[in-house]
């Protein structure tokens, strides 16, 4: 199992990024997947969860800014993250969800919101 972040960067706040996450060695169609993030100082945050359907869930924090989605022909999950602010700043990371949790992370992407 492989999962690779990437798209992460600088960007001003109030600025978008958008994070994809190449996966490999399973079936990624059959699996819900989650972001999660780790701002400095910081524990872990659940930031957004696809599952099978296609249905999501957003931490507050993101809710109407960030739009999760996945291409299960490409084996690709997406974070589309938009009206960015400082406190956004992280280390982000895709995992896959197996009966209820995270089993592999990736390296993670990381996100810097600032002037």
Same mark, same amino acid.
């Given at each position: 199992?492989?999962?690779? =972040?990437?798209? &992460?960067?600088?960007?001003?706040?109030?600025?978008?990024?958008?994070?994809?996450?190449?996966?490999? &060695?399973?079936?990624?169609?059959?699996?819900?997947?989650?972001?999660?993030?780790?701002?400095?100082?910081?524990?872990?945050?659940?930031?957004?969860?696809? #599952?099978?359907?296609?249905?999501?869930?957003?931490? %507050?924090?993101?809710?109407?800014?960030?739009?999760?989605?996945?291409?299960?022909?490409?084996?690709?999950?997406?974070?589309?993250? %938009?009206?960015?602010?400082? =406190?956004?700043?992280?280390?982000?990371?895709?995992?896959?969800? #197996?009966?209820?949790?995270?089993?592999?992370?990736?390296? &993670?992407?990381?996100?810097?919101?600032?002037?």
């Amino acid at each position: 199992v492989q999962l690779v =972040e990437s798209g &992460g960067g600088l960007v001003q706040p109030g600025g978008s990024l958008r994070l994809s996450c190449a996966a490999s &060695g399973f079936a990624f169609s059959s699996y819900w997947m989650y972001w999660v993030r780790q701002g400095p100082g910081k524990g872990l945050e659940w930031v957004s969860r696809i #599952n099978l359907d296609g249905s999501t869930y957003y931490v %507050d924090s993101v809710k109407g800014r960030f739009t999760i989605s996945r291409d299960n022909a490409k084996n690709t999950l997406y974070l589309q993250m %938009d009206s960015l602010k400082p =406190e956004d700043t992280a280390l982000y990371y895709c995992t896959r969800v #197996n009966y209820g949790l995270p089993d592999y992370w990736g390296q &993670g992407t990381q996100v810097t919101v600032s002037s």
